[in-house]
């Protein structure tokens, strides 16, 4: 079977960074000839994610799902890199498990596969060895690495990339891999150190995808606040945004998975008021109180992060603000328990998500002591998911009165659309009070008349 023959069904399961990678491997395939489709499929490629534990319950049921159509299922990602052989021994259902190694020559690996051979799955490793953290080194792993699909060639920078999405809005990915040594956190093992992208790679991708008809960026990486400090500039970040800001076609820029303890306040401003640029901190707090933060090895508490919120607004009082946070982390006391819920009465963030903590291999967290059992964390992640979502469905409702500008990401049985505080997938969306002509892609003001939970009520201005 030729290349040209091979069609391959994409399914990309997890975050915006793995929506990244599920384009590079699409824009791989493509260039060597294959052809991505939706059904009747020659080979299933899954794109796993290996986060948390129902993530990676999610991608084995979806890998065993996709067996049972009788097409060979091949799993990359996440989960394939974090377990490779292990989990290639224990589901069977996988063609084959490949890992972040094998996305530079995926047309082969699938080919292989394809014509009946072996191919072997990674050996879980601890990637944080593999990649250079210093710019002297950066040649040592050119632009084969997951994240880093742009190569130099005549011209100027090449993006290798192919869109799956036909939304105007695009993850971008800044940079791959992170430094910090959160206690409860996997990811640095098996994505490796943190790795800027350069700016003129993430510039011509920008292009790129405004040609495409993106009018939204979304700036992802394990951890965007560190940009540039692998280059040797801090202030990398500031200069990025300001630049994406200024590409042709684009109409918003939005970073996100920022770093509280490492938001200096000319990035603070930087975000809250540079042109294109939308004022929106994706924080991620994790937890409140200062002790509890300490045992994760994070910093700040209620206070600090009460201090950081009050900066933002008062420089855009009307900014989105969201994060995340772990309930049931070992140790969590009442009183941990207590003073997380204060600070989310007080912080008044436009969305906010809540995990039970899981025991993840690897993590230090692993092992301490005073874990809490699954009924006790589902009792409280229960309770405070309740509470999170009155406190989201005030702060919308405080919003009633607001002029604000949406893009209209979809048109179907009613307009789907964004305020510029509200992310792609996560943050909630607006809806219009009465039938509009609007087109997807294009931003309307709109003054805000009601809410239904995280959801927005609004009419055209």
């Keep these: 079977m030729s290349n040209q023959q091979i069609k391959v069904q994409l399914t990309s399961l997890g975050c915006a960074r793995n929506d990244v990678d599920s384009e590079e491997l699409a824009g791989r395939l493509d260039a060597a000839g294959f052809e991505l489709v939706e059904d009747s499929a020659d080979l299933i490629l899954i794109n796993t994610c290996g986060f948390i534990e129902q993530a990676k319950k999610d991608s084995i049921d979806t890998i065993i799902a996709a067996a049972d159509t009788g097409v ?71 632009h084969d690495q997951p994240g880093h699909q742009i190569s130099a060639g005549l011209g100027g920078p090449k993006v290798l990339r192919k869109r799956i999405s036909t939304r105007p809005y695009a993850p971008l990915k800044i940079a791959s891999g992170c430094d910090r040594r959160c206690t409860f956190c996997a990811i640095p093992r098996f994505r490796g150190s943190f790795v800027s992208r350069s700016g003129a790679e993430i510039l011509t991708e920008a292009r790129w995808l405004a040609e495409q008809g993106v009018q939204e960026l979304v700036l992802v990486s394990e951890n965007s606040t560190s940009y540039g400090k692998d280059l040797g500039d801090y202030r990398a970040l500031e200069k990025l945004i300001k630049d994406l800001g200024k590409v042709d076609g684009i109409q918003w820029v939005r970073v996100t998975y920022l770093q509280p303890a490492e938001l200096r306040p000319t990035l603070v401003s930087a975000i809250a008021q540079t042109d294109g640029v939308v004022p929106y901190f994706d924080l991620s707090f994790q937890h409140a109180s200062n002790p509890l933060l300490r045992q994760m090895k994070r910093f700040g508490g209620t206070d600090d992060f009460l201090s950081l919120i009050e ?107 964004r305020a510029s505080h509200q992310a792609p997938e ?31 009520v609004a009419k055209l201005a």
């Design 72 to 142: 060979p299922v091949v799993a990359v990602g996440c989960l394939a890199e974090r377990y490779g052989t292990e989990l290639a021994a224990e589901l069977p259902e996988a063609a084959a498990v490949l890992g972040f190694d094998d996305y530079p020559d995926i047309a082969t690996k699938l080919q292989a596969v394809l014509n009946g051979e072996k191919v072997m799955a990674p050996t879980p490793q601890d990637r944080r060895a593999l990649l250079p953290i210093t710019p002297v080194d950066r040649a040592a792993f050119s």
């Design 311 to 417: 900066q933002i607004r008062e420089l855009a009082p009307t900014a989105g603000i969201r994060s995340n946070f772990i309930v049931g982390f070992p140790g969590e006391s009442e009183d941990d328990f207590a003073e997380l819920e204060v600070f989310l009465t007080q912080a008044k963030l436009d969305a906010i998500g809540v995990f039970g903590y899981s025991v993840e291999d690897g993590t230090e967290a692993a092992d301490f002591e005073n874990q809490h059992s699954d009924t006790e964390i589902n009792s409280r992640l229960n309770y405070l998911s309740s509470v999170a979502d009155e406190l989201v469905n005030q702060r919308a409702l405080s919003r009633i009165g607001e002029r604000t500008e949406v893009l209209v990401d979809s048109l179907g049985e009613q307009v789907e659309a």
């Design 426 to 456: 996560t943050d909630g969306g607006v809806m219009f009070a009465d039938p509009v002509s609007v087109s997807v892609g294009k931003i309307y003001e709109v003054e805000i008349v009601d809410a239904v939970g995280a959801d927005l």
